[in-house]
Nanobody, 122 residues
Framework: VQLQASGGGLVQAGGSLRLSCAAS????????MGWFRQGPGKEREFVAH????????NYADSVKGRFTISRDNAKNTVYLQMNSLKPEDTAVYYC????????????????WGQGTQVTVST
């Protein structure tokens, strides 16, 4: 599967953005989808994931209550709605896919998008 992330940009603290990740192919619903991010000088970290049907989600503590992951299997797309953004949310955001696990580790994902930059100003 090929993944294309979009929707990043520059936003003031407290603002919102919605990221999208479009997937190629006809088997999108067979993948667990995740969002990760990598801030300047930091390792890539888990943000959220969503199960194959969308019935189960999980979030990093740092974004819980502010970010919402969702998916539309008919459109082969996963979303990340980000509200109440903080400067520490500044990072390149990546979408990822794997068939097997509701995983939080980067090594457990097989496919990655190219990343989209999110910058939150004070």
């Amino acid at each position: 599967v090929q993944l294309q992330a979009s929707g990043g940009g520059l936003v003031q603290a407290g603002g919102s953005l919605r990221l999208s990740c479009a997937a190629s192919g006809r088997t999108f619903s067979s993948y667990v989808m995740g969002w990760f991010r990598q801030g300047p000088g930091k390792e890539r970290e888990f943000v959220a994931h969503i199960s194959w049907s969308g019935g189960s989600t999980n979030y990093a503590d740092s974004v819980k209550g502010r970010f919402t992951i969702s998916r539309d299997n008919a459109k082969n797309t996963v979303y990340l709605q980000m509200n109440s953004l903080k400067p520490e949310d500044t990072a390149v955001y990546y979408c990822a896919a794997n068939r097997r696990l509701l995983a939080t580790m980067t090594s457990q994902y097989d496919y990655w998008g190219q990343g989209t930059q999110v910058t939150v100003s004070t």
